[in-house]
């Protein structure tokens, strides 16, 4: 049994079987449209609140998503759970709270409730600092209103862009998407609400990018890529819940996986906290998966496992169960057991305290303050990423020491030019619930690409859509390439509109066959490209698309820049990049496809992933993973790195980095290693270690990485994870694929690592860090 309090193993020895029931499960009061897989089928009709007092009777585990099912306001909101939260202490015979838990990935998503840009935008950041604050104040507005739980970061290392929920992931990259997540945890944990990591595990691997399809991983990608960032995220990150993956591996569903949710997680890494079901998953066990004849059998099945809580409901943990165990075919200890774990968790939250919710709710709650607005700001300058630029950027800004010439006349065409939701991820509360309630409006200021590129410029500036986002429709072509013709400059916005299940190109069961860009949306670009304007390409998306085309292709637009769902900030700050008041430092997080049937593709790669004389079939990227351009030149120099290092040691890498140009400028300075020769296949090239610097015109800083040889860890033939002995290369590059030849990165330095293989343990040092220096 897990080791808890006196007080809570006293509470759970008062418990009836019922009441124990009612603790790990959730209650969904306002069950409305689709914001969930299968939703629609698995609605119970628990959503009735006239029902509560009986609902309630036992006690509740978690209320679902108060805030963020449909549009409430939320001081009024607060005011009712308030009063529910006392109802439940008055009135229920153990007088315990719920948990209530809402959804955060960029925001709360709640009605009025600030927008931030996407994690794939955090990702092209490369900013954890900066993710952390972002954090911060989510879990602070989340705290004011009486939410203990977030059901956020996704910890899904992208394997394959055709999957609908790469918007929701950070990167291609284990150890970026473990810094970053970590950094997410923290934040949102400093404000006093439990993170909650998903999807546990391999959940971005479905086969063929197909939501909820298949993985077929094999144990070493599963213990070298996937698991890294969720262990990094639990000891560096201290986070206090994790949810499973709906995915199977192997034949085995993750719900019902007592290998990964008991054996790995609990006993081999020692987590304490909740472990929650993703909405459904337990009845999926018996629905999607068959593995489980019915509800009942299903949640003993996810019980033995190790899922502690049911969300969204109670469909399988309770009568279904209950059955069971009065019958005598499961063992009430392993409901004991997550009984426990729930009420450590309230415990841990406060909510076991006598005076909990005796203060007043909160009257006038701000939830899109300007700090929240700055930080989205912030966020979105440093995530855009600038492909391609032949001089046409930026156009100018009023800055005299960088005065240019700028366009007196300006055309901004497309679909996602002026539409607000074009901006946002497809777990922003404006494209997940807000779609299904038209009536409302969006909650929170927010300009469109065109209104904010408006007060940007001092320009006359003409607008035509073009088309849509999809769809066939080219009545709108003739007027838009006109407007171009007209002008001296056109700026054409594409891209995708996020969604869920079919409504939407791009997020969760969105998954597409193609990357390419939706719609006859090239059709029109290269339309406008015909016209002889110079034309610049804004790439508004939830994943990377295969755009080659426009960067290398004959006939293509002056510039190119990618933007993964910038949030409610994210026009200004295309704005700025275009006008030169914004120099772009983004990084692509994951690399830029070649085409659809290149994939799944991943930078990390052995020699035989990539291009070689034995395929006729090139799966190279057209940008790789850390391409991102500026408005300045930064060069790398005088590499120093230690010669030798004992494995299971740290070794120090130094770097100057100087920034040539005329404009300040962040660069992300990007550390490289290979292992040349090791008993398992490995990657031709690795991130070892980012750190974003600023440099202002002219300048240099040095930068000194002390990078513990873990970063070369992998699972040997015994499938035990060490650091190999053996020679290691390093170097410095502007992206995976940069060279000393091209003048993009250092020469390769060699690092030895000496001594006995060395074992991982979870004491080990996983993070790398570094010291700037001018």
Request: aromatic share 8%; charged share 20%; hydrophobic share 45%.
């Amino acid at each position: 049994m897990p080791a808890v309090s006196e007080r809570v193993r006293a509470l759970h020895a008062q418990m009836t079987l019922d009441e124990k029931l009612a603790q790990i499960v959730g209650y969904w009061l306002d069950q409305n449209g689709v914001t969930a897989p299968m939703q629609s089928e698995m609605a119970s009709g628990q959503q009735d609140a006239s029902k509560l007092t009986d609902v309630t009777k036992n006690g509740l585990g978690h209320y679902t998503r108060v805030y963020g099912t449909r549009p409430v306001d939320p001081n009024e909101r607060a005011a009712w759970l308030w009063d529910e939260q006392r109802r439940l202490k008055r009135e229920t015979r153990l007088g315990i709270p719920a948990l209530v838990h809402e959804e955060c990935l960029t925001g709360l998503a709640a009605w009025k409730a600030a927008a931030f840009p996407t994690p794939l935008a955090w990702g092209a950041s490369f900013d954890p600092e900066l993710v952390y604050d972002m954090a911060a104040s989510i879990g602070e507005s989340m705290r004011e209103l009486g939410v203990h739980q977030g059901l956020a970061p996704v910890l899904d290392v992208i394997r394959d862009p055709r999957w609908g929920r790469v918007d929701e992931c950070i990167a291609e990259d284990p150890y970026v998407v473990g810094v970053l997540g970590t950094s997410y945890v923290r934040g949102l944990q400093s404000a006093g609400v439990h993170a909650t990591l998903k999807h546990f595990i391999g959940y971005s691997a479905s086969r063929a990018g197909r939501n909820h399809a298949p993985v077929s991983a094999g144990p070493r990608e599963v213990a070298d890529v996937f698991l890294p960032p969720f262990e990094m995220a639990l000891f560096d990150g201290g986070a206090r819940s994790v949810m499973n993956s709906y995915a199977e591996i192997d034949g085995v569903p993750l719900g019902s996986s007592a290998e990964y949710l008991t054996e790995l997680l609990r006993e081999r890494w020692g987590f304490d906290g909740v472990v929650v079901a993703d909405y459904f998953a337990v009845a999926f066990l018996e629905v999607m998966h068959a593995i489980a004849a019915d509800r009942g059998a299903a949640a003993a099945a996810a019980l033995t496992a190790g899922i502690d809580i049911e969300l969204p409901t109670g469909d399988a943990y309770l009568a279904p169960l209950a059955e069971q165990i009065r019958a005598g075919e499961f063992d009430e200890a392993f409901v004991d057991r997550a009984v426990l774990r729930a009420l450590a968790q309230k415990e841990e939250l406060g909510l076991l305290e006598a005076d909990v919710f005796e203060d007043e709710p909160p009257t006038n709650v701000d939830l899109d303050s300007p700090r929240h607005r700055e930080l989205a700001r912030r966020l979105a300058e440093e995530s855009i990423v600038l492909l391609s630029n032949d001089g046409i950027l930026p156009l100018g800004e009023k800055d005299a020491a960088h005065k240019k010439a700028a366009p007196s006349r300006i055309a901004v065409i497309g679909p996602n030019a002026h539409r607000a939701e074009a901006l946002l991820g497809c777990y922003s509360f404006a494209n997940h619930v807000l779609a299904h309630h038209p009536e409302f409006p969006i909650g929170f200021e927010i300009a469109t690409f065109l209104e904010a590129f408006t007060a940007e410029v001092e320009a006359e500036i003409v607008y035509a859509q073009g088309t849509d986002v999809e769809g066939t429709d080219r009545s709108g072509f003739e007027e838009a390439v006109a407007a171009a013709t007209g002008a001296e400059v056109a700026v054409v916005v594409v891209g995708d509109q996020a969604g869920l299940f079919g409504r939407g190109t791009v997020g969760e069961g969105n998954d597409s066959e193609t990357l390419e860009l939706p719609g006859v949306q090239r059709e029109l670009v290269e339309a406008l490209v015909a016209s002889g304007t110079p034309v610049i390409m804004i790439a508004l998306t939830g994943r990377p698309y295969a755009i080659g085309w426009a960067l290398d292709g004959e006939r293509r637009p002056a510039a190119v820049l990618q933007s993964f769902f910038p949030g409610e900030e994210g026009a200004a700050a295309l704005s700025g990049v275009l006008s030169g008041r914004v120099n772009p430092s983004g990084r692509m997080p994951v690399s830029l496809p070649r085409a659809a049937g290149a994939q799944p593709f991943t930078y990390l790669h052995p020699p035989l992933g990539g291009v070689s004389e034995v395929t006729a079939t090139d799966p190279t990227p057209v940008r790789p993973f850390g391409f991102g351009l500026s408005y300045s030149e930064i060069t790398y120099s005088d590499l120093v790195v230690d010669a030798e290092a004992t494995a299971g040691g740290n070794f120090t890498a130094a770097v100057t980095v100087t920034n040539s140009g005329q404009r300040a400028v962040d660069d992300i300075v990007q550390l490289y290693g290979h292992d040349v020769v090791a008993t398992v296949t490995r990657p031709v090239v690795q991130l070892l270690a980012f750190q974003r610097v600023t440099l202002d015109p002219d300048a240099s800083v040095t930068v000194t990485f002390s990078v513990p040889t873990q970063r070369f860890a992998f699972s040997d033939r015994s499938m035990t994870r060490i650091v190999e002995s053996g020679d290691v290369e390093v170097w410095v590059g502007a992206n995976a694929t940069a060279t000393e030849t091209a003048g993009t990165a250092t020469r390769r330095a060699t690092v030895a690592i000496t001594g006995d293989a060395h074992v991982l343990e979870t004491s080990d040092r996983r993070l790398v860090t570094a010291e700037v220096s001018h």
